[in-house]
């Protein structure tokens, strides 16, 4: 079938293969005139292959876009939205996906951009992460500087009243003030100890930082633990904060390693330290060429599902005791890498994944 159009329009949309997003260009039949190099890796179709056929059949239901480019060809709409289901080639399956269809500057071409939904979900949810992690920056920096003034106030107060008192068993009362006021200051100089502390930018070998954090697991929890090491060793060392990353990688462990009491009981407990290179990744709105996978995984009991939304909030924790700012913490620090921390987790295992932009 030959494509109607006789002017190749690559020139004109070649920068529609700078986009994360798949995207064609047809005719008013629907017959392709363009796609885009993400369009041709999420058909497993080179472009040459699908220019000039009908695009209609690759849905599960055309009739949606058959409506669609009769509305635009009568100029009722500058923008059309559905969701429909794409019929890959390679690999053979369908794949769910948010329309939009939209008019170009000429009126016998229309531009389709295909938004899959799980990957629009996965971009809701990281956009969701990274306001969370600013607005939970921005709560924490206003609440331990509004803590720590009042905080002094009452321990030093303790400590003049003291200084009063005769009684021994008076002074037992102000102990307390002023010991339950240094567990607060401590508390509140860990929340502010990310944005105090200047950024130390150095060469950082991931294998490295996971090599450090291993071994401090291994020494706090000598019998018992499986430590797996998985490692790409050809991720090129990149431009980071090493003592920050150690402390992320640290804190996401050692909340896998408490999780594993039981399976260190049961003598089974497995901790991975995972890594990978992403080619091609859209996160925190941008698209990287390469980007860092860590992955801490363990087999244990999966977050609490009471929890699972909030695993990042700060004073969250799953555990009794816990002070609920290893997580918030670690975040914090990752982002300042301009990464995200993701996790999946069911029963038997939980895998934080961090992503971090390589060079």
Known sequence: MTAPSKTPPQTRFQAFDLLATPIAVLNSNGH???????????????????????????????????????????????????????????????????VIVAQSDKDDEVIIELLPIQQQTR????????????????????????????????RGAAQLLEMEMESKELTEYTQVIIREADRLQTLVDRLLAPHRRPHMVGDVNIHEVC????????????????????????IPEFRGDREQLIQAVLNISHNAALALSDRITEGDAELT?????????????????????LHVIDNGPGVPDSIKDRIFFPLISGREGGSGLGLTLAQTFVQQHHGLIECESVPGRTDFKILIPLP
Do not use: C, W
């Not at 969370?132 to 803590?147: D, G, P, T």
């Open 32 to 98: 392709v005139l363009f796609v885009n190099a993400e369009l041709e890796d999420v058909m497993g179709q080179s472009r040459r292959s699908l220019e000039g056929d009908s695009f209609l059949q690759f849905f599960a239901d055309p009739q949606p876009l058959v409506h669609a480019l009769n509305g635009a060809k009568a100029n009722e709409f500058a923008a059309l939205r559905y969701d429909s289901e794409l019929l890959r080639i390679n690999p053979e399956e369908a794949l769910p996906v948010h």
């Open 123 to 154: 971009q809701d949810r990281e956009e969701r992460l990274i306001d969370q992690a600013q607005a939970n920056k921005e709560l924490i920096r206003n609440l331990a500087h509004e803590i720590k003034n009042p905080l002094g106030g009452i």
């Open 211 to 234: 090599e450090r954090v291993r071994s401090l697991i291994v020494s706090e929890f000598p019998r018992g633990i499986r430590v797996i090491r998985d490692y790409d060793t050809s």
């Open 273 to 293: 330290f995972r890594t990978r290179i992403a080619r091609q990744v859209t996160f925190g709105k941008q698209r990287y060429r390469l980007a860092l996978e």
